[in-house]
């Protein structure tokens, strides 16, 4: 909790220097090293919660190679785009990352549809990862959707992984308050995606 405490302070205070660095790129990249081991968990409770698959071959994808795209990605973005908290700056980096597994997913839909072609005596299966790929692409988009409150809570409290008073804290409102607008993202979520809802499961 003080390690979580001392990362956001920290992050705070490189996002004050941003305003008017020139060149902001220094400030950037010691940004991105302060808070690269939040980054990293984010990215594995994010990989191994919705991506399994791309852990497992041909990609055997690792959290740390993860991170290294997504550091990528954030370096090229926050030469335009300022976020002006810590709120605001890991909302980025989530963006980023489910960006990130998006693309190697469809990347990786894409080569097994070429190999399954190769050979046109054997008829190439139904791939079981492409439809968890589908699937995995509708539930983002599905919370991209979501109310921004309630996408915020979202992100924090099942992607980032904190906790309901950490939570609270950050954004400046009531415990109450977070579990009320968890909720309501849980029951729109739950009604854009009912058709996923595993047979016999009942509506909650």
């Known amino acids: 909790m003080e390690s979580e405490q001392r990362t956001t ?5 490189f996002l004050g220097k941003l305003e008017g ?4 790129d220094p400030v950037i990249r010691d940004l991105l090293g302060r808070s690269a081991e ?3 968990l984010l990215c594995s409770t994010l990989l191994f919660g919705s991506y399994p698959r791309l852990t497992r071959p041909p990609l055997n994808l690792q959290p740390d190679e993860m991170l290294g795209a997504v550091v990528e990605r954030l370096l090229k973005a926050m030469r ?4 002006q908290n810590v709120r605001q700056f890991f909302g980025l980096a989530n963006r980023h990352m489910r960006w990130e597994l998006n693309d190697m997913a469809r990347r990786l839909d894409q080569q097994s549809s070429v190999v399954g072609l190769q050979d046109s005596a054997i008829p190439a299966p139904e791939s ?3 439809v ?3 699937n995995t692409s509708r539930m983002l988009e599905a ?7 309630e996408r915020e809570v979202f992100d924090l409290l099942r992607i980032q992984g904190m906790s309901y ?3 609270a804290q950050l954004l400046s409102v009531s415990e109450s308050t977070v579990h009320r607008r968890l909720n309501r993202g849980l029951v729109s979520l739950e009604e854009q995606l009912a058709d996923l809802r595993p047979p016999g499961r009942a509506t909650s």
């Open 38 to 40: 939040r980054l990293r």
């Open 165 to 167: 008073t950490e939570v």
């Open 80 to 83: 335009e785009v300022r976020p």
């Open 143 to 149: 919370i991209e959707r979501l109310p921004e409150e």
């Open 132 to 134: 968890v790929s589908v």
């Open 128 to 130: 079981s990862g492409s």
């Open 9 to 13: 302070a920290a992050v705070q205070g």
């Open 21 to 24: 660095a020139d060149p902001a």
